[in-house]
């Protein structure tokens, strides 16, 4: 158990919609960062948070939103949902170097 | 841009030892190594921070070449738990970046009685 906690496991929802994920870093670690992982694809690293505040972006969409609370809870919202944005999302956290990555939210989008 | 792995696929007899590249072609800060198993969240192996000093795991080590850009990770002995998809990521350590990781496409090691 790496202690970073990703919910829901697994979401299914229509095309259109807008869901949100949700990930608690371990205790003490103050980045987070946000992962897609699509079918037998590697992993795409969409945006970082440190502190609340937005520290690095990658190939994020702009459908696709993220935040970060002061309790260092973070959020990622996605909206419009299209067929192609099914895939897994990981969410990690840090204090140094290293990264923990939860367990994932499987999303389907049908 | 996304380090290159290779092999992108490789299955042993358990014992055997294999050899995983990473290639990038920026100068990196630090390389990291990562195990995911199907359906899993990847679990972090070891970190080679600039100096190319080599890193161990159990019977999982690895090195990093600064010079090359290159990063390899050493399978020996494999045992059949070994078996996932290894995933290398790479940082540039760029202020404004943050220490986001790019993640290569991943080498897929299948380990067999």
């Known amino acids: 158990d790496s202690g970073v906690t990703q919910t829901p496991k697994h979401l299914i929802t229509a095309t259109g919609q807008r869901v949100t994920l949700r990930c608690s870093p371990r205790?003490?670690?103050?980045?987070v960062y946000w992962y897609q992982q699509s079918l037998d694809q590697g992993l795409q690293f969409l945006i970082q948070?440190?502190?609340?505040?937005?520290?690095a972006k990658g190939n994020i969409l702009e459908r696709f939103s993220a935040q970060q609370f002061p309790d260092l809870h973070s959020e990622l919202n996605l909206s419009s949902l299209e067929l192609g944005d099914s895939a897994l999302y990981f969410c990690?956290?840090?204090?140094?170097?290293?990264?923990?990555f939860g367990a994932g939210t499987r999303l389907s989008v049908l | 841009q996304q380090p290159v792995q290779s092999p992108q696929a490789v299955i042993l007899r358990e014992g055997e030892d294999a050899v995983i590249n990473c290639s990038s072609s920026?100068?990196?800060?630090?390389v990291h190594w990562y195990r995911q198993k199907h359906g899993e969240a990847p679990i972090f192996l070891m970190i080679l921070l600039k100096g190319g000093e080599q890193k161990g795991h159990d019977k999982i080590s690895a090195s990093f070449n600064e010079k090359k850009q290159q990063s390899s990770l050493y399978l020996t002995a494999s045992q059949l738990s070994y078996s996932g998809t290894y995933f290398c990521?790479?940082?540039?350590?760029?202020?404004?970046?943050?220490?986001?990781?790019?993640f290569g496409g991943g080498t897929r090691v299948l380990v067999k009685p």
């Open positions: 990521g790479t940082e540039i350590r760029i202020k404004a970046a943050g220490n986001k990781l790019t």
């Open positions: 948070y440190y502190n609340g505040e937005e520290r």
């Open positions: 205790s003490g670690d103050l980045s």
């Open positions: 920026k100068a990196l800060y630090s």
């Open positions: 990690a956290s840090g204090g140094g170097n290293i990264q923990y």
